[in-house]
């Protein structure tokens, strides 16, 4: 069961540009949602996160926009670098509410930052 | 301040046999959790560990296991290697419950 679904898969922009990479999620227990980075040969980086008592989150030139009722959460990155190229995953746990720190991931979006 | 540390980084193994990956998490950090990477599984949860306490565990058959030490370090173990384990193996860190977790660069394991 993928309890948190993560699209599109792949995502080309041109610098300078917005990319949006959109996550689902099922369990309304889930109370902590956070984005990950992941360079080829690396760690997953963690970027920004947001808990459900805010609609948005913003870090530089990350953005997270949180709609609690549409089960829905998404990450803008403004003036997309060819730097950025690299995979984001965003992931849902359920830490203050019993469930540990046990991470449930979406299935990745590949960024391609074209100049 | 040091961040999650991973050993080894690479490791070759032959099926059958076992494999012993550590973690050493961020100071002061004390629950650990590991997961596993693959291309067609993605990242999947295998357990997480808090003061030395097993306190989730994944859909991972019992060849896989792990502990935690009192300073908070952790091993994971697998038994009796199947050329499906071979994946990228990442443990996180985190201060508490519902923290920040932070990865290491993770341990590539290819099973022969």
């Known amino acids: 069961q993928q309890q948190v679904k993560q699209s599109p898969q792949s995502l080309i922009v041109q610098k300078g540009g917005i990319s949006i990479i959109n996550c689902a999620y099922e369990?309304?227990?889930?109370?902590?949602f956070p984005w990950y980075q992941q360079f080829p040969g690396k760690g997953p980086a963690l970027l920004i996160a947001?808990?459900?008592?805010?609609s948005e989150k913003k870090e530089g030139r990350f953005t997270i926009s949180f709609n609690k009722s549409a089960k829905q959460f998404s990450l803008h990155i403004m003036d997309s670098q060819p730097g950025d190229s690299a995979t984001y995953f965003c992931?849902?746990?359920?830490?203050?509410?019993?469930?540990?720190?046990?991470?449930?991931f979406g299935t990745g979006t590949q960024l391609k930052v074209e100049l | 301040k040091a961040g999650v540390t991973q050993t080894p980084r690479y490791l070759i193994k032959t099926r059958g046999q076992q494999v012993t990956l550590s973690c050493s998490p961020i100071s002061g950090h004390r629950s650990v959790s590991w997961y596993q990477q693959t291309p067609g599984q993605g990242l999947q949860f295998l357990f997480e560990y808090f003061s030395e306490t097993q306190r989730n565990k994944g859909n991972f058959p019992g060849r896989f296991s792990g502990r935690q030490f009192s300073n908070s370090r952790s091993e994971m173990n697998v038994s009796t290697l199947e050329l499906g384990d071979s994946a990228l193996y990442l443990c996180?860190?985190?201060?508490?419950?519902?923290?920040?977790?932070?990865f290491g660069q993770g341990t590539r394991l290819t099973v022969v």
């Open positions: 992931a849902a746990s359920r830490g203050l509410t019993g469930g540990g720190n046990k991470l449930t």
């Open positions: 369990n309304t227990a889930f109370d902590y």
């Open positions: 996180a860190s985190s201060l508490d419950r519902g923290a920040e977790a932070f």
């Open positions: 947001i808990r459900p008592d805010v």
